[in-house]
């Protein structure tokens, strides 16, 4: 291989996702670099202009007017950071998640399409050089690392994944029965069917084009308050931050809109999970035995205060 052979390649794949001209490709008015620097707002709730410099190898001065314009166009705003007043944090403001709610649909389609045209037949061999390019450029890292995880909205067909990998996790990890999926399958019904997309999400983890976690951000009976419900990692993907960054972006979400508080309801048996959301700050407040899902349990009662400000 030459260094030729590269530069074709590059070539020929950067018309074919239509790069040199990504804003008419999508039918928007923002650029590949500008698309990416909205996707990276819209899937990190907390972070600013030094993460994204950082995350993407940008030049300061063309990240700054890329936020300037954002700005102006009431897609994000720009407060102090807590932590340190030299920093400043970003977070999309309800306009600016619909603008990179759109460009994600649009991008996703537009790959749709792409992969519609090649045969099923194919499609591994296609999935398997890809996996090989990116590991042997990729500084020979063949194991996947946190930056290859993505946060999306949920599409066609992942709210009956959620549904799926709840009830067939929990009855491999912990022997729970179909009592378990009965109750998930209510859950993701009821979002499903009546929720106010403002004020109530879903949050898919993906790595390498398959979802391998999730979460839901609902709103409680008590007035301004949320819960947090259906996190699930995969077994496999565990130890990338997963869970992390998905409580993360429903805390971030939730405070970000206005709510005062968040709690959520687990059981003793998941350790892993309870020691997660500590980290964040949530404070145990009752907890009670139960028998359910064909189990001894014990249920839990977490609450964290969204207006004591992000930990």
Known sequence: MTVQDIRSFNRFYTNVIGALDYGRHLYAPYTLTESRVLYELAHTPRTDAADIRAELSLDSGYLS????????DGLLERTASEKDTRRRRITLTTRGREAAALLDERARQTVGSLLATVPSADRPRLAEAMRTVRTLLGDGR???GREDVVLREPGPGDLGWIVQRNAALYAAEYGWNT???GLVARI?????EDHDPH?????IAELDGRPVGCVMCVRDDA????????????????????????????TGFARGVGYHELVLWTNDVLAAARRLYQRHGFVLVTEKPHRSFGADLVGQDWRLDLRAGPE
């Open 65 to 72: 007017r890329i936020l300037n314009r954002f700005e102006q």
């Open 223 to 250: 007035p301004g308050t949320a819960r947090l419900r259906l996190l699930l990692v995969e077994p496999e993907t565990r130890g990338l931050g997963i869970g992390d960054r998905l409580v993360g972006a429903v």
């Open 142 to 144: 063949a194991a996947p």
């Open 199 to 203: 004020l109530e999400r879903v949050w």
């Open 179 to 181: 009592d378990y999926e």
């Open 188 to 192: 993701v019904a009821d979002f499903a």
